[in-house]
């Protein structure tokens, strides 16, 4: 069964903190991509990666960073965490060609910064 | 820029028919529509390609106007296992060719009571 994971549901963080979000897939797919979901915004693409250490901007990357050093896990870093951080974070994955492939999204991490 | 969605909010009856539409500024290369239960990942529905092809999906089948650059979800003889939040996500063209991502659109929230 296809499967998606994330570090943690739940996570509390003070302002300034460097924060690691973990997400692990198991289907061996080359496309990974980090979303946050905001109420009344749905979801906005913050990174993807395409391949091993590759990463493209999404649409809103400002404050975040992206590490792909293996295939199967894909991590996304706020260097220095801000209230305006506060968000849900869904990862995903997907085979390659964005056109024609269906995106396994994880459960998500739910993320406050006090 | 976020395809624009509506309605925002839909309430229906079993056994009642609806519509959401997802409307883009830009030209585009696919559309994919998924559904998010409340706490859960969203899940893939369907991914219509440019050429207006129609899709169905048991009782869910959604269309896709290129020139318009519009595709509507239809949901038929709903369900309650229906209810949900409903995300298109667009991918553009550039130059003929794919933008190799996803933008998705604020969702509509739709309900369907006994």
């Known amino acids: 069964d296809v499967k998606v994971t994330q570090s943690s549901r739940y996570l509390v963080k003070r302002t300034g903190e460097k924060v690691f979000l973990e997400c692990v897939q198991d289907?061996?797919?080359?496309?990974m991509f980090w979303y946050r979901q905001d109420p009344g915004l749905g979801l906005r693409l913050i990174y993807f990666?395409?391949?091993?250490?590759?990463?493209e901007k999404g649409d809103i990357p400002e404050g975040y960073s992206v590490s792909r050093e293996k295939k199967e896990r894909f991590s996304l870093i706020l260097e220095s965490a801000s209230t305006n951080q506060t968000s849900m974070y869904l990862c995903?994955?997907?085979?390659?060609?964005?056109?024609?492939?269906?995106?396994?999204f994880g459960p998500g991490t739910r993320l406050t910064v006090t | 820029q976020q395809p624009v969605q509506s309605p925002q909010a839909v309430i229906l009856r079993e056994g009642e028919d609806a519509v959401i539409n997802c409307s883009s500024s830009?030209?585009?290369?696919?559309v994919h529509w998924y559904r998010q239960k409340h706490g859960e990942a969203p899940v893939f529905l369907m991914i219509?390609?440019?050429?207006?092809e129609q899709k169905g999906h048991e009782k869910i089948s959604a269309s896709f106007n290129e020139k318009k650059q519009q595709s509507s979800l239809y949901l038929t003889a709903s369900q309650l296992s229906y209810s949900g939040t409903y995300f298109c996500?667009?991918?553009?063209?550039?130059?003929?060719?794919?933008?190799?991502?996803?933008?998705f659109g604020k969702g509509t929230l739709l309900t369907v009571n006994p």
């Open positions: 289907m061996d797919h080359e496309n």
């Open positions: 996500g667009t991918e553009s063209t550039t130059s003929g060719g794919s933008n190799y991502k996803l933008t």
């Open positions: 219509l390609l440019k050429g207006g």
């Open positions: 830009k030209a585009l290369y696919s």
């Open positions: 990666s395409y391949d091993v250490k590759m990463k």
């Open positions: 995903a994955s997907s085979l390659p060609g964005v056109s024609i492939y269906e995106q396994y």
